[in-house]
C-alpha cells in the first residue's frame, strides 16, 4: 500500500498550490484520506480529511475557506487545493489513509494508519 505526495514547491505569499496524492496497492474507495502538515519545530497537524466517497471534509481552522480537499477514486488520487497561502503554511505536507465507515472524516492522526513521504511546501518572498 503506497502513498505518493507531489505538487510541492516555493510560492510567494498569496499564491496558490494543489499537492496530489496518489494512491496504489489498495483500493481507494474503502479509505478515509487526511492531510497533514508539520512545520519545524512543531508538532504535526491535521489539516484536511475527506470520507470514502468525498461525501463529506474536515477542515482546520487554520485552513478552512482557504485550501479545498478532494478525490478522484478513479483515478486512485487525492487533491489538496491551496489559495492564499501564507508564511505559516510552510510545512512538509504528508497524505495519509485509514480504513473506516463511509462517513468518517476526523483529522486525527493517531486514527491513520498508512503514509507518504511528504512534500515541501514553502511560502515566501
Known amino acids: 500500500l503506497q502513498l505518493v505526495e507531489s505538487g510541492g514547491g516555493l510560492v510567494q505569499p498569496g499564491g496558490s498550490l494543489r499537492l496530489s496524492c496518489a494512491t496504489s496497492?489498495?483500493?481507494?474507495?474503502?479509505?478515509?484520506i487526511g492531510w497533514f502538515r508539520q512545520a519545524p519545530g512543531k508538532e504535526r497537524e491535521g489539516i484536511a480529511c475527506i470520507s470514502r466517497r468525498g461525501s463529506s471534509s474536515n477542515y482546520a481552522h487554520s485552513v478552512k475557506g482557504r485550501f479545498t480537499i478532494s478525490r478522484d477514486n478513479a483515478k486512485n488520487t487525492v487533491y489538496l487545493q491551496m489559495n492564499s497561502l501564507k508564511s505559516e503554511d510552510t510545512a512538509v505536507y504528508y497524505c495519509?489513509?485509514?480504513?473506516?465507515?463511509?462517513?468518517?472524516?476526523?483529522?486525527?492522526?493517531?486514527?491513520?494508519?498508512?503514509w507518504g513521504q511528504g512534500t515541501q511546501v514553502t511560502v515566501s518572498s
Open positions: 496497492g489498495f483500493t481507494l474507495d474503502y479509505y478515509a
Open positions: 495519509a489513509a485509514v480504513r473506516r465507515g463511509s462517513l468518517f472524516n476526523l483529522c486525527v492522526l493517531r486514527e491513520y494508519d498508512y
